[in-house]
C-alpha cells in the first residue's frame, strides 16, 4: 500500500519513533484517526511497539457515546489497551473561560499527557495530515505570524518525558479516505466538522476551495511545502539562540541578568529568541506574546536605569546599567536583615548565601593588594561600641575610602552603579550610625590602615558555594525542543 510506505519513510526520516517505544495513539474514531490506528498496528513488529489507545469524549453531541463505543470495540479487535475519559466541555470552558475550540483541545491534550504518564508511554501520536497542515498555516498568517508560525505543525515536539509525533503529516486527508475505503475500515463522521461556527471549519470549507478555483489549485501542497522550509528555518535560528543565551544570560537566586550589550549586537532576528528563550525560566509560552517581546527589546534599546516592565504571568523586568534582569514577581520580597552582630573572630552567617569572616591581625603580615571583598581595618581608630551588619537606612551617610568627605549612601551606591534591588540587601558593618566597610565595595576613609596603624581588623565577604540544578528552570543543560 502506497499510504503505509509513505508513513513508514516519513517517520523513519524524522525519527518519530524508536524500536520499543509505548505509543498512545489518539483516536477520535474519525477517518484520520482510524487510519493511523490501523497503519502504526502494521508498523507494531517492525518497530516492536506497544500501542495503547486513547478516545476522548467531548460530551458535545448525541453520537459522541457510540463513537467512543465503536473505538473501544477496534481496540478490542486488534488486542490493544483501551483508555478513556468523558468531559462536559461545554462546562468546561465555562470554568477555564476559553472557546469551545481552546477547550476541546485542552481537554483533549491534558488527557493525552496524563495516558502517556499512566503508562510511562514515550510517545503520543496523533492524525494530523497534510491538509490540517496547510490550514494551521493559513490560519496563522491570517492572525499574524512569524518564521516560527508559518512552520506550522511540526513532525515532532519534543517535552520533558515523551514527544508527541504527528506520521500522517506526509498523507492527503484524500489518501486518507482512500486508504480506510481500500481497508474496509469502519469510521465515525463528526458531524461538527461541517458547522461554520468554528473558524477552522470556515476556512477548510469556504476559504481555501475558493484558493483552489480561483488561484493555485495545489495551495494545499504549496502551503505544506512553505511549513516545511519555515521548520529548516525555526531549527536553525533557534539553535543560534540557545547557543546566544548560554553565552549572554545567566540564571542565579531566581533572577535572570542578560548583558544588555551583547543581546543588542545580535542580528535582530536573534535577539527576540534569546528573550523568549530567557522568559521561559519564568513564565509559561502562553502569557508571552509578540508585543512583551518587543516591549522588552524597546526598554533593552533605551537602557534607562531603575524602569520597571510587568510581564504578564508575575514577571518583571528591568534595565540596570548593563544588564537586563528578569525576576519573579513573588521573588520581589527578599529577606532582610536589620542588625546582625559581628562575631569577631569568627564566621557571621547572613541571608543569600552570604558569610562575614572577621580576624584581628597585626599589620606587619597583611597581603597587599586587597580586594573589594576584603576590608583591612585600623581596630584602634574603629569608634567603640559593638560592631554590626545591618542593612541601609534612610538618610544614611557614607565616608568613601579616596573621597574629600562624607555622602548619602544612596548617591554613593547610586554613582558605584548598584542595581535598586540590591542597595537594600547590600550588608553594611557599622559601629553605631558609622558605616565602616559596604561589604564587597568599599571601606570608610577615616579606619584606612596607615603608617602608624598596628593592628588591623580584616573582614571578608563570601558567598557559599550551592550546586545548581540543571533543568529546564535555569536555561542550562535541557529545552523543550520542537524538531
Known amino acids: 500500500m502506497m499510504q503505509l510506505e509513505k508513513v513508514s519513510s516519513f517517520i523513519k526520516k524524522h525519527h518519530l519513533i524508536n524500536k520499543g517505544d509505548t505509543v498512545i495513539v489518539a483516536v477520535s474514531g474519525g477517518p484520520d484517526s482510524v487510519c493511523l490506528l490501523d497503519i502504526l498496528c502494521r508498523l507494531k513488529d517492525e518497530f516492536e511497539l506497544k500501542l495503547i489507545v486513547a478516545h476522548l469524549n467531548h460530551g458535545l453531541r448525541p453520537e459522541a ?5 465503536g473505538v473501544e470495540k477496534m481496540s478490542k479487535a486488534r488486542a490493544i489497551p483501551f483508555e478513556t475519559k468523558t468531559v462536559n466541555i461545554r462546562t468546561y470552558k465555562k470554568e477555564l473561560g ?28 496523533t492524525g494530523h495530515h497534510l491538509d490540517d497542515q496547510a490550514e494551521t498555516v493559513l490560519l496563522n498568517i491570517i492572525r499574524g505570524t512569524g518564521v516560527d508560525g508559518l512552520a506550522g505543525m511540526l513532525p515532532k515536539r519534543s517535552g520533558d518525558d515523551f514527544q508527541l509525533v504527528r506520521p500522517l503529516l506526509c498523507l492527503r486527508r484524500s489518501e486518507i479516505e482512500e486508504y480506510c475505503r481500500d481497508n474496509k475500515l469502519q469510521t465515525f463522521t463528526d458531524s461538527s466538522n461541517l458547522e461554520t461556527d468554528y473558524t477552522r471549519n470556515r476556512l477548510r470549507l469556504e476559504l481555501i476551495p475558493q484558493l483552489e478555483a480561483q488561484y493555485n489549485p495545489r495551495i494545499r501542497e504549496a502551503l505544506f511545502s512553505l511549513a516545511s522550509l519555515a521548520a529548516d528555518d525555526r531549527r536553525f535560528l533557534r539553535n543560534l539562540a540557545w547557543k546566544q543565551h548560554h553565552k549572554l544570560a545567566k540564571f542565579q537566586e531566581g533572577k535572570t541578568v542578560i548583558d544588555r550589550q551583547g543581546l543588542m549586537a545580535l542580528p535582530a532576528a536573534l535577539r527576540g529568541r534569546v528573550l523568549r528563550i530567557a522568559m521561559n525560566n519564568h513564565v509559561t509560552a502562553k502569557y508571552l506574546g509578540k508585543k512583551h ?7 533593552v534599546g533605551r537602557g534607562q536605569t531603575g524602569k520597571y516592565l510587568s510581564i504578564p504571568g508575575g514577571v518583571t523586568a528591568y534595565c540596570s546599567y548593563n544588564k537586563l534582569v528578569l525576576y519573579d514577581e513573588s521573588r520581589k520580597k527578599q529577606k532582610k536583615f536589620i542588625e546582625v552582630p559581628l562575631k569577631v573572630p569568627g564566621k557571621t552567617y547572613l541571608p543569600h548565601g552570604l558569610v562575614i569572616s572577621a580576624s584581628i591581625e597585626d599589620v606587619h603580615y597583611l597581603a597587599w593588594p586587597t580586594s573589594s571583598y576584603r576590608a583591612y581595618l585600623d581596630l584602634d581608630k574603629i569608634p567603640p561600641g559593638p560592631i554590626k551588619i545591618r542593612t541601609r537606612w534612610p538618610g544614611a551617610r557614607f565616608y568613601p575610602h579616596g573621597s574629600a568627605g562624607s555622602k548619602k549612601l544612596k548617591d554613593f551606591l547610586i554613582d558605584q552603579k548598584i542595581p535598586s534591588d540590591r542597595r537594600d540587601v547590600l550588608p553594611l558593618v557599622t559601629v553605631g550610625n558609622e558605616i565602616i566597610w559596604v561589604a564587597g565595595i568599599r571601606i570608610a576613609h577615616p579606619y584606612r590602615v596607615t603608617d602608624q596603624t598596628r593592628a588591623v581588623l580584616v573582614l571578608e565577604c563570601k558567598f557559599l558555594k550551592r550546586k545548581r540544578k540543571t533543568d529546564l528552570k535555569n536555561g542550562k543543560g535541557g529545552r523543550h525542543n520542537d524538531e
Open 65 to 69: 457515546q457510540l463513537e467512543a463505543v
Open 293 to 299: 517581546i518587543e516591549q522588552l527589546l524597546s526598554a
Open 98 to 125: 476559553l472557546s469551545e475550540e481552546e477547550a476541546g483541545r485542552k481537554a483533549r491534550y491534558d488527557f493525552l499527557f496524563d495516558t502517556a504518564g499512566k503508562h510511562r508511554a514515550s510517545r503520543i501520536a
